[in-house]
């Protein structure tokens, strides 16, 4: 008995632990993920103007940290992390913030300048930009220290600001990555599309037959039930005073048939008496 027993929960715990496994790599597989980037060290971040977006500025791709995520791009698609090195999932939309993050800030960056204004950006060490990140957002610390670093600068209007995120999002989809991404979307969404037709069309052809057999039914009943109520009556009265009509003319044939015998029964007594 203990060995069955024993055998009957070593196939528990197999069959247990290889249905998640067998899902995994199903998702690894289904989802390509980005290629890994190897650091040295944790990598410092500087903070783009007008914004709480940070960037790592020492490396050719486009890592971002923004509210409390690390964030990458790649082929047209995006994906975020806990952790700048790794942990990479999936994001199915364009985060909000990059369409506030001016495409040109390399050179920026490079040369120190921001719009024509001396930018002396200030390099964050990854571990104080995690204890501190959400502190300078709620506290505006950018606003109040210099002005983002950038010299005798104003930042935009909201008006204006607005405008040019929405030139940068027409310039984003305009991309030839993200149009192909876009397609291969598209093309995967068909299917379902024609799936989810008939489904929608089947309640409508219920609905058009469902009215038509609805009033030909009480048509019928109504149009049969006055015409049997009305010939009922008409029946029955077409029947009682022909009934009625006839009976006292046949009392009245019955009395002159009697008064025409006595008259003759008179009539045979009188010749008697006459012959006596």
Not at 23 to 33: D, K, M, P
Request: with cysteine.
């Amino acid at each position: 008995m203990k060995k069955v027993f024993w055998g009957a929960v070593f196939l528990a715990l197999v069959f247990g632990i290889s249905i998640p496994t067998m899902a995994s790599a199903e998702v690894n597989v289904s989802i390509v993920l980005p290629p890994p980037i190897i650091f040295a060290a944790p990598p410092a971040l500087i903070v783009l103007p007008d914004t709480y977006v940070y960037v790592v500025p020492d490396i050719n791709d486009d890592i971002f940290f923004c509210n409390g995520w690390w964030w990458r791009e790649w082929n047209g698609r995006w994906y975020r992390s806990h952790y700048y090195d790794r942990g990479w999932g999936y994001y199915n939309n364009v985060p909000s913030f990059y369409f506030d993050v001016d495409p040109g800030w390399r050179g920026y960056y490079r040369d120190h300048n921001w719009y024509g204004h001396r930018w002396n950006y200030e390099r964050i060490p990854n571990q104080q930009l995690q204890q501190n990140w959400k502190g300078w957002q709620s506290d505006r610390h950018w606003e109040r220290k210099g002005t983002w670093g950038v010299q005798n600068y104003q930042p935009r209007p909201q008006q204006q600001r607005q405008e040019v995120r929405q030139k940068r999002q027409q310039q984003y989809q305009q991309r030839p990555e993200v149009q192909k991404q876009r397609q291969s979307q598209e093309k995967g969404q068909k299917p379902q599309r024609q799936e989810q037709k008939p489904q929608v069309q089947q309640p409508q052809s219920r609905e058009t037959a469902n009215p038509q057999h609805r009033d030909a039914g009480p048509q019928s009943r109504e149009a049969a039930k006055p015409q049997h109520r009305d010939a009922s009556p008409q029946s029955k009265e077409a029947v009682k005073p022909q009934h009625r009509e006839e009976g006292p003319k046949s009392q009245e044939g019955k009395q002159e048939h009697s008064q025409e015998q006595q008259g003759s029964h008179e009539r045979g007594e009188s010749g008697k008496q006459d012959r006596r």
